[in-house]
């Protein structure tokens, strides 16, 4: 029984490999396979991966893989925290992990193994989780800090929440406490919510951002609205609401407004409209200045991941350029659902340089599985190796990839 429950772990691995379609020269092997709800991961200077899992698995929500033979497999797993939840990160020496509510670090020893797993500091508390959109994804930039996202529980901040007739609230009471990004020490103990801490605002919701070195700036992925067709026959029909909002990259700097729940970026036009909500009607641009993106997808893909990459084992073509994992949509419906893949946007000067183009692409199982949204798998988190591969989780099988590239 033992070697038939191998085999056929050793032949799930190989179907996932297998099935990733990936540009001339990259490969993929499965790190692990079956592991759970992995969300974001970090890997250490000597290769050792730390992931981040939504649910715990044998009671554990973090576990720390090696790969201790040189064949990129995980041979050596050992598993601690006692929180499930979404954000993780290595810097300086310690191990940072989110739950929805908190934000925990550990310190690492010289061979990245965590000194005191039982007992890790605890450097953020008392953020707002209410049940939509309450993953706390984090990053650190290099001058000490880190940053949280809180996602705001509610589609356009409606008086009541996604229900057609309902006005929009202005001011949005929920930006006081979600809707943004907070910014915190990354040496901190216990650190809550204040205005000083709030670095960013108006993102309805934000999983995949990542620190830019070449322009020492925080670079985020925000989910859009739902529900324009549904709410506003009037102004959108179902093709469009399944293409809009944009999903957007932004720059962010202190202070950043980016608009959520007033506006939203319409990829066709070009520019920013009022919410409906608010007086719109699919034309109408703001009185208000708000932070336009750096670049714009189709809507509902669900931007988790993002990540700069800084090796230097793939082409140059993608050095300092962004990688983003598109979990896929849910609700393009009529239209077919869409996403399910990793893209990469060429980057020069800080700033995109060309269209963006599929890297990684069916995860989902072919073009059947993508239209109908039953997926099987869909990609996460981003994280870079040592040697310049890329890693890729995906939360629902719990596989994740290692993307290499031979000359």
């Known amino acids: ?4 429950i191998i085999a056929c772990l050793c032949l799930a691995g190989l179907i996932a490999e297998a099935q990733l379609k990936l540009p001339a020269g990259f490969t993929a092997v499965t790190v692990v396979e079956n592991f759970g709800k992995t969300r974001h991961l970090a ?3 000597n290769g050792v991966i730390f992931v981040k899992l939504a649910k715990l698995k044998d009671g554990k929500g973090i576990y720390r893989l090696q790969d201790t033979n040189g064949d990129g497999k995980a041979d050596k797993i050992t598993g601690f925290g006692s929180f499930p939840g979404t954000g993780m990160a290595i810097r300086d020496g310690y191990l940072y992990a ?3 509510e908190e934000v925990f670090r ?4 010289a061979d990245n193994n965590v000194v005191n797993p039982n007992q890790p500091e605890r450097v953020v508390t008392g953020l707002l989780a209410r049940h939509e959109h309450e993953p706390k994804a984090i990053t650190l930039d290099y001058s000490g800090n880190l940053y949280v996202n809180i996602g705001a529980y509610s589609n356009a901040c409606q008086l009541q929440d996604r229900t057609k007739g309902s006005p929009g609230q202005r001011p949005c009471p929920i930006l006081d406490s979600a809707g943004g990004i907070w910014q915190f020490k990354a040496e901190g103990h216990d650190q809550t919510y204040g205005d000083d801490r709030r670095y960013a605002t108006g993102l309805r919701n934000v999983v995949g951002f990542d620190w830019n070195t070449q322009t020492n700036t925080l670079f985020v992925m925000q989910h859009g609205r739902d529900q324009l067709f549904d709410l506003y026959p009037q102004y959108w029909d179902a093709k469009q609401s399944a293409e809009l909002p944009a999903e957007c990259m932004y720059e962010l700097h202190k202070g950043s407004n980016c608009g959520w729940p007033y506006i939203f970026y319409d990829e066709f036009q070009h520019k920013q409209v009022v919410g409906p909500e608010y007086g719109g009607d699919g034309k109408k641009e703001p009185a208000e200045k708000y932070q336009d993106p750096v670049i714009a997808f189709p809507g509902h893909l ?8 800084t090796g230097s084992q793939f082409p140059d073509k993608y050095k300092n350029g962004a990688f983003i994992a598109f979990h896929g949509s849910w609700n393009r419906a009529p239209e077919p659902q869409a996403g399910y893949f990793v893209v990469f946007v060429p980057f020069a000067n800080g700033k995109p340089s060309g269209k963006w183009e599929v890297f990684a692409d069916n995860f989902s199982g072919g073009p059947e599985r993508t239209a109908s949204g039953r997926a099987d798998y869909r990609p996460c988190g981003l994280a870079q190796g040592p040697d310049g591969s890329l890693y890729v989780t995906d939360d629902t099988k719990g596989t994740i990839w290692k993307i290499s590239y031979h000359k």
Do not use: E, I, T
């Open 1 to 4: 029984m033992r070697q038939l």
């Open 43 to 45: 890997v250490a200077p």
């Open 98 to 100: 989110s739950s929805d």
């Open 106 to 109: 550990y310190k690492l020893d």
């Open 302 to 309: 669900a931007p988790n991941g993002l990540l700069f990459y």
